[in-house]
């Protein structure tokens, strides 16, 4: 019969009860994090598949209908991504037609990426994936406009305490 030590609120077994304790999955923000993001791609992508989107291909036309045409560079900050994960994206856009990319003429080593007629046109369907996520959405709008104030205030403290100086 193994015996329990009480630590911190959770159990472990008697055994372990000197070694170093390991904080719980459950108790993780980090880890409470990643699940929302995973639980809310997948919420989308009923959504976003009659438009022939992936999640992180939504999120980069979403951008490039705010502001095209943008570097990639420019793309990449505004995803918070590196241009390693951002390339290989775009070029699936590309091939799918939602998408050009092409030489800056006024720097040859900036690449210009903007949405094509195909890419622009996706932008009036976009109301049909807001509306059905909306209605997807277990909260109710004032609890979710609290909680992207909250997350955009976080986002932006932890890439300030991630920047290199």
Same mark, same amino acid.
């Given at each position: 019969?193994?015996?329990?030590?009480?630590?911190?609120?959770?159990?472990? +077994?008697?055994?372990?009860?000197?070694?170093?304790?390991? /904080?719980? $999955?459950?108790?993780?923000?980090?880890?409470? *994090?990643? %699940?929302?993001?995973?639980?809310?791609?997948? *919420?989308?992508?009923? =959504?976003?598949? +009659? $438009?022939? *989107?992936?999640?992180?291909?939504? $999120?980069?036309?979403?951008? *490039?209908?705010?502001?095209?045409? %943008?570097?990639?560079?420019?793309?990449?900050?505004? =995803?918070?991504?590196?241009?390693?994960?951002?390339? /290989?994206? =775009?070029?699936?856009?590309?091939?799918?037609?939602?998408?050009?990319?092409?030489?800056? +003429?006024?720097?040859?080593?900036?690449?210009?990426?903007? /949405? !094509?007629?195909?890419?622009?046109? $996706?932008?009036?369907?976009?109301?049909?994936? !807001?509306?059905?996520?909306?209605?997807?959405?277990?909260?109710?709008?004032?609890?979710?406009? %609290?909680?992207?104030?909250?997350?955009?205030?976080?986002?932006?403290?932890?890439?300030?305490?991630?920047?290199? +100086?």
């Amino acid at each position: 019969m193994t015996t329990t030590t009480e630590t911190r609120g959770s159990e472990v +077994p008697a055994q372990d009860a000197g070694t170093i304790a390991v /904080p719980r $999955l459950d108790q993780q923000l980090c880890f409470a *994090l990643y %699940s929302a993001s995973g639980l809310m791609t997948k *919420l989308y992508r009923p =959504l976003l598949d +009659p $438009l022939g *989107l992936t999640y992180p291909q939504y $999120l980069a036309m979403l951008a *490039l209908w705010q502001h095209a045409p %943008s570097t990639v560079g420019e793309l990449g900050e505004a =995803l918070g991504l590196d241009s390693a994960t951002l390339t /290989p994206l =775009l070029k699936r856009m590309e091939t799918n037609g939602l998408v050009t990319r092409r030489r800056d +003429p006024a720097d040859e080593r900036r690449v210009l990426v903007e /949405p !094509t007629a195909q890419g622009q046109a $996706l932008r009036a369907r976009v109301k049909d994936v !807001t509306t059905g996520l909306a209605c997807a959405m277990p909260l109710k709008a004032e609890e979710l406009k %609290s909680l992207h104030r909250t997350l955009t205030g976080f986002v932006a403290k932890l890439r300030d305490a991630t920047s290199t +100086p």
